[in-house]
Every structure is written in structure tokens, then in C-alpha cells.
């Protein structure tokens, strides 16, 4: 799908990868973008000549969802990157914090999807982008609520592209290694800019890849997965 001329929406725009699909979506000649966060005030708009409208969007609230799908009623792609993270092993992870974070990384984008599908079809079709994560093929120990959240929303992004396809909507899914993002500063390990992640995204919309690992840790670790998932799990369940 073309990015020039498009009209976009950007749920969690206010940091990290949602910050920088903004600023890229700009920088590719993008027509309007709707930068979307659950405050608007919390909102960094870039400097730039092209339309960018703050939109005050909670995914897991079904009224904020309902309110900006009548206002953002021209978008043609959908940035589905609203995401939480917490730390903690399966066990450990109290059920409500596992509740809380299925509410927004599995429910709140489903409810996304739902709740735009409908405008993306009116509009002749269009893209919806799933922010997904490498761990959504093999999980860490400490991330785990995080990974299950991560793994459930691509099944679900699987379901979504076969029912969206006879609308001619298209369901990209992206898989980020480590972000160099204020979620992952207390970590010290390798990360990727969110800028360079958010153009290779862009990129595989453009060329209409459904499926994109925008760094080279994805990459690598991908590539391993494909060859022997079961030595990629347990290198992972180490760690």
C-alpha cells in the first residue's frame, strides 16, 4: 500500500515506536495522520507541514473507541501499536496484572480492529499494522505475561487476516526485537532505535509484506526459529 498522499491513525503515538511512526509517516508524504494516546496533552507532534490531528484514544475503553472511529472516518491505515509491558515470571505474575495486560496488547487491539474495520471497507480497503514482538514466537521467562499477551495477539492477527481479506483490508504483523524505548531503558541489552524500526515498517507496507522483522535481531532470530524453533525456545527460556 502507498504511504504518500494516505490517511493514517497511530494508536500510542505519545513515545517510543508510536512517536517514531509519526515522525516516519510524515517524513514519506503521508496526507493526514491521526496521532492517537489515551491523553492528547502527552502528544509530541513533529515539525512538519502534513495534517497531524492529536486523537484522544484509550483501546481498552470502548467509548473513546466508538468516538474516534466517527472522527478518524477517512483513514485508509491503522498503526495498531498501543502496548504495556511488565516484568515477572508466569508464576509470580499476580492474575490481574496478567488481566490488565491481555486488556490492552490482545483485547485493546482486537477492539481496534473492530472497531475500524468497518471504516477501513467504506474507504475501499486498507491496511491494519499489528505491533506485535519477537517473543511472540518464543518466550522469555521474565517477560511472561507480556509474551502470552504478544503470542495470543498474532493468533488472533492470523484469524483477522483471513476475515478481512474479502474486504480488502490487509493485516500486517511486526515482530521488533529489543526497542531502545523508555519500556525497555532499565534493560542493558542490545536495542534497535524505534526510528529505524518504524521505517522498515513503513517499508513492508509499502511493498506488501504481511509479515516484517525490523532489525537485525528479529532477523537473525527468525531465521534460526525457522530452521529449529525448539533450540530457539529453550536458548530463549535461559535467558
Known amino acids: 500500500m502507498e504511504i504518500k498522499n494516505s490517511i493514517a491513525l497511530v494508536t500510542g503515538s505519545n513515545r517510543g515506536l508510536g512517536k517514531s511512526l509519526v ?51 477517512d483513514i485508509q491505515i491503522i498503526f495498531n501499536n498501543a502496548g504495556v509491558l511488565e516484568f515477572g515470571e508466569i508464576l509470580e505474575t499476580p492474575e490481574q496484572n496478567l488481566r490488565n495486560i491481555f486488556e490492552t496488547n490482545f483485547f485493546g487491539k482486537l477492539s481496534v480492529a473492530k472497531n475500524f474495520a468497518s471504516v477501513l471497507e467504506a474507504n475501499g480497503g486498507g491496511t491494519i499494522v499489528n505491533t506485535l514482538t519477537l517473543l511472540s514466537l518464543a518466550s522469555m521467562p521474565g517477560f511472561a505475561a507480556y509474551n502470552a499477551s504478544k503470542a495470543a495477539a498474532w493468533s488472533m492477527s492470523l484469524s483477522l487476516r483471513a ?28 536495542k534497535t532505535s524505534p526510528d529505524h524500526v518504524a521505517q522498515e515498517i513503513l517499508h513492508a507496507v509499502q511493498n506488501n509484506q504481511e509479515d516484517v522483522f525490523p532489525d537485525l535481531m528479529s532477523k537473525q532470530v527468525y531465521e534460526a526459529w525457522c530452521q529449529d524453533h525448539k533450540a530457539v525456545e529453550k536458548n530463549f527460556a535461559s535467558m
Do not use: H, W
Not at 166 to 173: A, D, E, G
Open 163 to 190: 476475515s478481512l481479506k474479502p474486504k480488502n483490508i490487509q493485516v500486517v504483523n511486526a515482530f521488533p526485537g529489543a526497542i531502545d524505548t523508555d519500556m525497555l531503558s532499565g534493560l542493558e541489552i542490545n
Open 23 to 73: 515522525a516516519a509517516l510524515a517524513n514519506a508524504g503521508c496526507k493526514k495522520i491521526y496521532a492517537a494516546a489515551r491523553q492528547t496533552y502527552s502528544i509530541e507532534l513533529p515539525d512538519t507541514e502534513v495534517e497531524i490531528f492529536p486523537l484522544k484514544l484509550d483501546v481498552t475503553k470502548q467509548e473513546t473507541l466508538k468516538e474516534a472511529a466517527e472522527i478518524a472516518s
